[in-house]
């Protein structure tokens, strides 16, 4: 079985494209199992049809949170990009956030502050390593940006919970980000 392109396609199926897998959707982002399990098995991708402890498996083993099982439901953590909201829960940041971005986008970001862009919320990582990581994913030499959470949350922002890496924000005003 292959487990990375299981987890994409779950993360895809979760977070982009419910409709597509004929998933009933909550506000929370919860699916139920079986529906996610019959349509990926329809469409015979693997070399054997999956199960439940496939799904367990690629959450357990993974280098991220991205996914959460609670009984017999499954969504993805964060990440979301579909038209429908899914509420988070509102916590408390830590008092310092991290933001990994491209040196192409960092005019932009700092004008403008952070935007949700093509996804739900603006996601924000709680050490640098973390944002470096994210960051890499579009550009070799990432920029680190500080977000002033403490400031930001005491002054009205909401921060949200994504998993312990992650943190979630409608938007970030660039007088709480620096570099
Ligand atoms: C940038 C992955 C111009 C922002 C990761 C980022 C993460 C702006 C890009 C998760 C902007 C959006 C999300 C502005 C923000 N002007 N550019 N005003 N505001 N941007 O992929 O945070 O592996 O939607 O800096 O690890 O990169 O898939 O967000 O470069 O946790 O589980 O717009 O996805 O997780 O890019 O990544 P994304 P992200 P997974």
Redesign the pocket.
Known sequence: MDYTKLSKEV?YALRHAPWEYELEIDSEGFVPIEQLIHAINESGKYNRPITINDLERIIEISD?K?HEIQGDKIRAL??HSIPMHISKQIVTPPDVLY?G??HK?IG??MN????P???QY??LSVDRETAFS?GR??DKNPIILLIDSKKAFAEGIAFYSGNDK?YLSDGIPSEYISF
């Not at 403008?112 to 935007?115: A, R, T, V």
């Open positions: 993360s991220k991205r964060y990440g933001h971005t491209t986008a932009s970001v403008e502050g952070l935007k862009m093509g996804r603006v996601h994210v994913r579009r992650v």
